[in-house]
């Protein structure tokens, strides 16, 4: 689509405010669920010429210094959207009526998903103007330059009035380029290359200021048609919500603050996303302050406004993308805040000081509800994943212990679509690793009521809902290092650090050996998937699944060994330094262990000779490879297998590894060193003694 933003400009400056309002609206409706993509019909327009050449065989070559071929850089469209976000950040900062800044703000956040039509937006008038219609400051941003309306728009005019001068130029000798696919073939790598480049310094394009008259040149951007991919469908498409037109129908009845103030609002997300100029001058401007302040007010509002998920994504972005946001909004409370916006999210009533009401009658959250719980918790998750192994302070504990409660409740609730439970427990696992171990005993209060899941008189359904989550990970099989591994590192430290979660935790993974003639691997228990994750390929997945299993062996080595086999347990017991068989002295933090004691079964006791350590089952019985050889043939068999092993050591296709006083794997010749070096030392105290009792 070819914009009239010749007619915009017309409208603006004639004062037309319905004839701006109609195009917008147009705009709006033909790239509502679209963005732009330049690159995939630069490839398809090297893959056609690329064809072509291959067909033809022609090899002409031509002179490529024209203005023609300067223009054929060129994207006419990006130079339209380019001038048209330019024309309506100046406009939005006139007097501009309710309806027609909101479609105007509609635009700008169609436009702000190209990052080559940044440039306009990551000013500071642009980001300071967006901020205040946001409602995030009441700064009224000057304009960067200092032009009047009338020579500004007719400066946008003849810079798209050369455009048009140039492209029909260059769709002139267009006809002429046909028959020379060899310099066609040429321009498409170099064009490709030019592609990769401008993809990988995408961010720093991002950062160059649009300053001077705002006129375009002819070499600030590639040419390509305008091209437009249709917006994979979201969560709120999935939820069937309101599509942009009924969403427009329906902020006729809002307020049109509200209406207003989300618009900018989604502006700044996709500017601050796409930007990593934009995110820079976010922090130096001090908008968090207006945004931290926006976000107080609206914890109160029930309900909440509909900008509030909006303020709670931009938070979460800025928190991600600047370290320096996640310590200052930390600093001012924002562990606090968004508790007490989490806390009127689920609307729980309070039982106790670290409880809460878990009623079975309370209906599932809200899809509204649902999305911005899941904001806030990816926002603490940011200002507090640094504190997982610190000491807080009483205070800071008390705020943790809170938020821990609140938790709970967001994995015992559901939501109304399962997609959406799945996820806020996925996040929820997530932020309950981040914050300090000694908190987390508030996942155990609660009574012990009928039908609960209990251990040793504790109530476990919190416990219980955990495992469940962690099955459904193992089954999911995608994305297993992201999905997993948060799950299991949280139930270890569970373990480590309480008594009653392991004993629980154990009897619905490790239950009593009964079945010795499969290996600790095979089957679909949850023992056995763990237990091959044991030797997975990623090193993570590999040691979180082993530690879980360890520490429910209370960090037994024998009895890890007898669950799991030596062949699965040797990657752990190696880098921990547990070969030889002591007891792990490296954890981080002093399980709570009872006596080392282990019940074994009937069925265990009748085959313990018989089990195989290294595979861990019963194996059957094999025969003797030397049955028959007399002691000559044993030993010749010996010196032969000896000689075999010398050999591959001195090629170095083998190296002989022993287990040294410390339980590491170690070359065996620094084995035979460190022996002799103690047999010297030993020899030497050894005559020192004697020497001394003879002179006695």
Same mark, same amino acid.
């Given at each position: ?352 000081? @670290? ?237 709570? @262990? ?103």
């Amino acid at each position: 689509m070819d914009m009239d933003l010749e007619g915009i400009i017309q409208c603006i400056k004639q004062g037309d405010e319905n004839g701006v309002q109609t195009q917008l609206q147009e705009f709006n409706k033909a790239f509502a669920q679209c963005f732009f993509f330049d690159a995939e019909e630069r490839d398809r327009r090297k893959q056609r010429k690329l064809e072509e050449f291959k067909k033809n065989k022609v090899r002409d070559y031509t002179d490529s210094d024209s203005d023609c071929d300067d223009y054929d850089q060129e994207d006419r469209g990006l130079i339209l959207r380019q001038n048209l976000a330019v024309v309506l950040l100046r406009f939005i900062r006139t007097e501009v009526k309710c309806r027609l800044l909101r479609v105007s703000l509609r635009t700008l956040r169609i436009l702000s998903r190209d990052k080559k039509v940044l440039g306009p937006f990551v000013t500071d008038s642009a980001l300071l103007t967006l901020a205040r219609l946001a409602g995030l400051t009441t700064c009224d941003a000057s304009d960067e330059v200092s032009v009047p309306d009338s020579d500004f728009y007719d400066n946008i005019i003849a810079s798209l009035a050369e455009a048009k001068v140039l492209q029909s130029h260059a769709e002139e000798d267009e006809g002429d380029m046909e028959t020379k696919d060899q310099n066609e073939e040429c321009y498409a790598f170099d064009e490709d290359a030019n592609s990769d480049i401008s993809n990988a310094n995408s961010a720093d394009l991002d950062s160059i200021s649009w300053q001077g008259s705002h006129r375009t040149s002819i070499n600030e951007t590639h040419r390509g048609s305008i091209h437009q991919k249709v917006l994979e469908r979201g969560r709120r498409d999935r939820r069937e919500s309101k599509m942009e037109v009924e969403e427009e129908e329906e902020e006729e009845g809002n307020s049109g603050d509200e209406a207003q103030r989300k618009e900018a609002m989604k502006v700044l997300c996709n500017v601050v996303y796409n930007s990593i100029w934009a995110q820079e001058r976010f922090s130096a401007l001090r908008l968090t302050c207006g945004l931290i302040e926006r976000l107080s007010s609206s914890v109160s509002c029930s309900p909440p406004s509909s900008v509030q998920f909006y303020e709670l994504r931009l938070m979460f972005l800025i928190t991600a993308l600047r370290p320096e946001l996640r310590t200052q909004l930390q600093q001012e409370g924002g562990v606090s805040l968004l508790n007490a916006a989490l806390e009127n999210c689920l609307e729980v009533q309070w039982k106790d000081q @670290y409880e809460c009401e878990l009623s079975p009658a309370v209906p599932p959250i809200s899809l509204e509800a649902s999305q911005r719980i899941t904001e806030i918790l990816k926002i603490l998750f940011n200002i507090t994943c640094s504190s997982h192994r610190q000491e807080p302070s009483e205070d800071d504990a008390a705020l943790y212990r809170h938020l821990v409660a609140l938790l709970r409740v967001c994995l015992m609730r559901k939501c109304m679509l399962p997609k959406d439970t799945e996820d806020l427990q996925g996040h929820t696992v997530h932020l309950l690793s981040a914050l300090p171990l000694q908190c987390l005993d508030v996942l155990l209060v609660g009574p012990v009521e009928p039908g609960s899941e209990q251990c040793n008189g504790v109530n476990m359904d919190c416990v219980h809902t955990l495992l469940l989550f962690m099955e459904r990970r193992l089954d999911s099989g995608d994305k297993i290092k992201e999905r997993l591994t948060p799950v299991l590192n949280l139930l270890t430290e569970s373990c480590r650090a309480h008594r009653e979660t392991r004993h629980y935790i154990r009897k619905h993974i490790l239950p009593p050996l009964r079945d010795l003639t499969h290996r600790p691997e095979e089957g679909s228990t949850v023992k056995s998937r763990l237990i091959r994750l044991m030797t997975h390929l990623d090193t993570d997945v590999k040691y979180c699944a082993a530690d879980l299993i360890f520490v429910l062996c209370k960090e037994n080595v024998s009895r890890f060994v007898k669950y799991t086999g030596y062949g699965n347990a040797a990657g752990l017991l190696a880098t921990r330094g547990l070969l030889a068989g002591q007891r792990c002295r490296t954890s981080g933090t002093d399980g709570q @262990y009872s006596s080392d004691s282990d019940s074994d079964t009937e069925e265990y006791r009748q085959v313990k000779d018989r089990i195989n350590p290294v595979t861990g089952r019963v194996e059957t019985e094999q025969p003797d490879p030397m049955e028959g050889m007399t002691e000559e043939e044993k030993e010749e068999e010996a010196k032969r297998l000896i000689m075999l092993f010398s050999k591959l050591a001195r090629g170095n296709i083998i190296q002989p590894m022993g287990v040294d006083s410390e339980g590491k794997l170690v070359p065996m010749s620094g084995l035979r060193e460190n022996s002799l070096t103690e047999q010297r030392e030993s020899g030497s105290e050894d005559d020192g003694e004697a020497e001394e009792g003879e002179k006695n």
